[in-house]
């Protein structure tokens, strides 16, 4: 089994911070890409950044040059640090990766149970 852990939401004022975390767990051969979808009330889940396994990165055009995604390999870790946060940032905020557990030959796709972030204006 592999499991996704989310920790690091709440509620914060606009224009403050917050640093969401993502830790793997399980029988993990490789982590081939690792990021962060949200989800708003109302609203379908978008992306908001994601890490590929070659370095490779992405983000949504809302959160450019506010939110910033990193990993810690070692510790199959993803971190999106949210600055500058408004209130159109509020969603609940899930961690999605794509896994090759051991003895698999291919990838498959992992979801957390999600963060809530409120941003309050």
């Known amino acids: 089994q592999v499991q996704l852990v989310e920790s690091g939401g709440g509620l914060v004022q606009a224009g403050g911070s917050l640093r969401l975390t993502c830790a793997a767990s399980g029988a993990i051969y490789k982590i081939n890409g690792m990021g962060w979808y949200r989800q708003a009330p109302g609203n379908q889940r978008e992306l908001v950044a994601m890490?590929?396994?070659?370095?490779?990165?992405t983000y949504a055009d809302s959160v450019k040059g506010r939110f910033t995604i990193s990993r810690d390999n070692a510790k199959n870790t993803v971190y999106l640090q949210m600055n500058s946060l408004k209130p159109e940032d509020t969603a609940v905020y899930y961690c999605n990766a794509d896994i090759t557990r051991s003895g698999a030959w291919r990838g498959m796709d992992y979801w957390g149970k999600g963060t809530l972030v409120t941003v309050s204006s």
């Open positions: 890490l590929t396994s070659g370095s490779g990165t």
